[in-house]
């Protein structure tokens, strides 16, 4: 926070290498991965717990991105003065998301650089995880984005 208890808009010069935003805790309900499902991935694993193998009903890994990528909306690009996103480099689903599952999100800053072609900006690299309870990875992804510096910094 800044003066007078006003919150500062994240700038480049905040995302550095190693740090760690913690994003909170979900819990997909069986209701949730099926009304996923059926709007964006209608594969029998995901919407009919009869139809599958004994362990149960499993989340679209499509679905697990999006809650990572939620709580990394409220969690962080709300409050950062990014200005795009490059692209996703890797995404890996780990292990299947069931319903009832705490998920645990977090994004590690794994490096940036200020840009050449543009003083105000720069770009950083970063490693998305979700994580169960026991810390166990279920997806992990590197990404970049585009992030402004802050104004006393161009």
């Known amino acids: 926070r800044g003066e007078a208890g ?13 740090r760690v935003f913690d994003l909170g805790q979900r819990i997909l309900s069986e209701g949730d991965i099926v009304a996923f499902a059926q709007d964006w991935d209608p594969q029998p ?9 004994p362990d149960g009903l499993i989340a679209s890994g499509w679905q697990t ?6 709580m990394y909306v409220d969690g962080v690009l709300n409050h950062a003065a990014i200005l795009a996103a490059p692209g996703v480099e890797e995404l890996r689903w780990l292990r299947p998301v069931r319903p009832g599952m705490a998920l645990r999100g977090r994004a590690t800053i794994l ?5 050449a072609r ?3 900006r720069g770009t950083i690299r ?7 309870d026991d810390d166990d990875p ?16 161009n």
């Open 6 to 18: 006003v919150e500062r808009v994240l700038g480049f010069e905040d995302f550095t290498p190693g």
């Open 118 to 120: 543009q003083p105000d």
């Open 45 to 53: 694993m995901h919407l009919d717990p009869a139809a599958l193998p």
């Open 138 to 153: 279920v997806m992990t992804m590197q990404a970049r984005g585009h992030v402004r510096l802050s104004q006393e910094q």
């Open 111 to 115: 490096e940036r650089w200020r840009s």
């Open 65 to 70: 991105a999006c809650v990572w990528m939620r």
């Open 126 to 132: 970063l490693c998305g995880e979700l994580v169960t």
